[in-house]
């Protein structure tokens, strides 16, 4: 019983979060949860073949310059990777609190077919597209 007091607590059943059932969240915990896995996985297996290519000694100038190269391709290969898990860990947070499937600008709900293809997803697609738009704008 206590339990339950607690989930009405920290889903309130307004409009917005009505199209989302305690079903369908669980779904995207787990889908949530999976890709999680799957990004830490990849980045400690990245990694890992650092500090093998760092082991390759001596290096000439030509190979510090493909080392440099290198590491700084997996350098911007873990930023996303490390920005795409700030949004899932953000997006579990969201989950958590019954916040998750709302828009954050417009508080209206997220289509489900969104929130499939971008689990993750923070705003709606109009409010995305605002956003892009006002940033093309501005470069
Ligand atoms: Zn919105």
């Given amino acids: 019983m206590r339990k339950l007091c ?20 669980e779904h995207y915990r ?8 799957e990004v830490r996985a990849g980045l400690s297996a990245r990694r890992a073949s650092e500090v093998v290519l760092r082991l390759d000694e001596p290096l000439d100038f030509g190979d510090w310059c493909q080392k440099s190269h290198d590491e700084w391709l997996f350098m911007n290969q873990n930023r996303l990777e490390l920005a795409l898990l700030r949004n899932l860990e953000a997006a579990l947070v969201r989950l958590a609190s019954g916040a998750y499937g709302t828009c954050q600008s417009c508080h ?10 971008v689990p993750w997803a923070e705003f709606c697609v109009r409010c995305e597209e605002q956003a892009a738009s006002a940033a093309a704008g501005e470069a």
Avoid at 30 to 37: A, D, F, P, Q
Avoid at 108 to 117: G, N, T, Y
């Fill in 6 to 25: 607690y989930f009405v607590q920290t889903v309130p059943n307004t409009e917005e979060n009505a199209s989302h059932s305690a079903t369908g969240l």
């Fill in 30 to 37: 787990r889908v949530l949860e999976k890709k999680i896995e």
């Fill in 108 to 117: 209206r709900a997220i289509c489900e077919k969104r929130l499939e293809a």
